[in-house]
């Protein structure tokens, strides 16, 4: 087996994600997981932050699935067996067998080595998934089934398709949570079709074909009448927006109808911008800034830590209704923050770990940035000049629409002018300008 990260190795912004979520885990990832070389490529090639982004999104799933978990079931002790579906190589399988016994836990995937990796490495019972949902073959039912990032790839009819045949796997009274992209995340440039669903032959995937892993968005009137179509009508069906990792929505199915979803006190991800960064007072002091906000729950204030010390921390409550109106939601007006941090003399820029955590309102502190000091100062750097681009583009824009408001005009009053001049009147104008020239009659020179 090659691995891409072994569990001794050392990495310090994963000793530090660790440190602050309290949690010891398997860390061991495989060379074939291609989730781990998605974010590597996002972060340009920096391990580092790539092997930060992989765990942390992990951690957080398997929080907010915990938390929809425990609202459902009382407790994880009181769960029987669980299903981690389309789970890859463990990303979140890792972090959910800390709480839930191996022995109770599942995973399936089309991947039979990703299956066979957490056999190996986390003690859980394995699946082997197929393309097809009609080639499915299960004995076992579950109390709960777990799918992060399937459906958001799934074409109309595998998508209703998969929901029949996960459906039909629930005990009586069992949860079915599944993860969506809606229309708000929509790339640009595509519309949203009148069926609610648009799906696009393009993913991460580099070995499932397009054509059935691609990329899906759906709007909720879409889920809804997918879930009736997939088990009929009585199934109960609640959507928390951006509840897994701040960006796709959480749906959670039922099979009973009528299901109270009122008691779920439900707490998203929350969102951190580190917009600026610079350092002042001679290289001694970072001052840094941005915002922060959630979609479910609140926030309180960013702290800043270096080498594991807090250096810093400010409430989030400056004016923004920049974001406010980004987000379409009065909530944000005061999304932002800053931070003066003083630096330690002689403090590396380079190696040092510099890492931000948002507090929110539960008092729980997340850990949603790490990186050098020179990190920070490079990422507040490009998002000044990202603003910077788009004025420009603005006022590029706002010139170019003047020009042509001018053109425009001055295209107006030629062609006035041609029809004044082709006209009956303005001819026998000009005619009696000749005749009076003739005699001598204007004072032209």
Not at 107 to 123: H, I, K, N, W
Not at 160 to 174: E, K, Q, Y
Not at 186 to 199: A, D, K, R, T
Not at 384 to 408: F, K, N, T
């Amino acid at each position: 087996m090659t691995l891409a990260f072994r569990s001794d190795e050392t990495s310090p912004l994963v000793a530090t994600l660790l440190e602050d979520l309290h949690a010891d885990v398997d860390l061991t990832i495989d060379a074939r997981d291609e989730m781990l070389g998605f974010l590597s490529d996002a972060f340009e090639g920096d391990r580092e932050r790539a092997l930060f982004a992989y765990f942390r999104s992990g951690a957080s799933i398997a929080d907010s699935l915990g938390q929809v978990l425990r609202w459902r079931f009382g407790g994880m002790d009181r769960i029987g067996k669980i299903l981690d579906f389309a789970s890859g190589y463990g990303r979140v399988t890792r972090f959910l067998v800390r709480e839930i016994p191996p022995e109770r836990v599942w995973v399936s995937d089309v991947y039979t080595d990703g299956v066979r990796f957490q056999e190996e490495r986390f003690g859980v019972r394995g699946i082997v998934s197929t393309i097809r949902p009609e080639d499915f073959a299960c004995s076992e039912r579950f109390d709960a089934i777990l799918v992060t990032s399937l459906f958001t790839h799934l074409p109309e009819e595998r998508f209703v398709a998969w929901l029949r045949v996960l459906m039909g796997l629930l005990n009586p009274g069992g949860l079915l949570a599944f993860s969506v992209h809606s229309p708000e995340v929509l790339s640009p440039g595509l519309v949203m079709p009148e069926g609610g669903i648009c799906f696009q032959e393009t993913s991460e995937s580099g070995s499932l074909a397009k054509s059935d892993y691609g990329s899906t968005w759906v709007t909720e009137d879409f889920v809804r009448s997918a879930l009736e179509r997939a088990v009929g009508p009585g199934a109960s069906l609640h959507r928390l927006p951006r509840g897994l990792c701040n960006f796709q929505d959480l749906c959670l199915a039922v099979p009973e109808p009528g299901v109270d979803f009122s008691g779920l006190d439900f707490h998203s991800e929350p969102h951190l911008f580190l917009e600026r960064a610079r350092l002042a007072d001679g290289g001694r002091r970072l001052e840094i800034d941005g915002w922060a906000a959630v979609r479910s729950g609140a926030v309180k204030s960013v702290e800043v830590l270096l080498e594991g010390e807090r250096i810093a921390a400010g409430p989030v409550d400056e004016p923004r209704p920049d974001v406010a109106a980004f987000l379409n939601d009065d909530r944000y007006l005061h999304a932002g923050w800053r931070c003066s941090c003083p630096l330690p003399a002689g403090v590396s820029h380079a190696s040092a770990v510099l890492r931000l955590r948002v507090v929110d309102g539960r008092g729980i502190a997340w850990p949603l940035w790490a990186g050098s000091i020179q990190a920070a100062l490079l990422s507040g750097s490009r998002m000044e000049a990202d603003g910077l681009r788009v004025e420009l583009a603005h006022a590029r824009e706002v010139q170019a629409g003047e020009r042509r408001q001018a053109a425009s005009e001055i295209g107006g009053l030629r062609a006035r002018i041609a029809a004044m001049e082709a006209s009956r009147f303005w001819k026998a104008r000009n005619a009696w300008f000749r005749m009076k020239r003739g005699l001598g009659l204007t004072r032209e020179t």
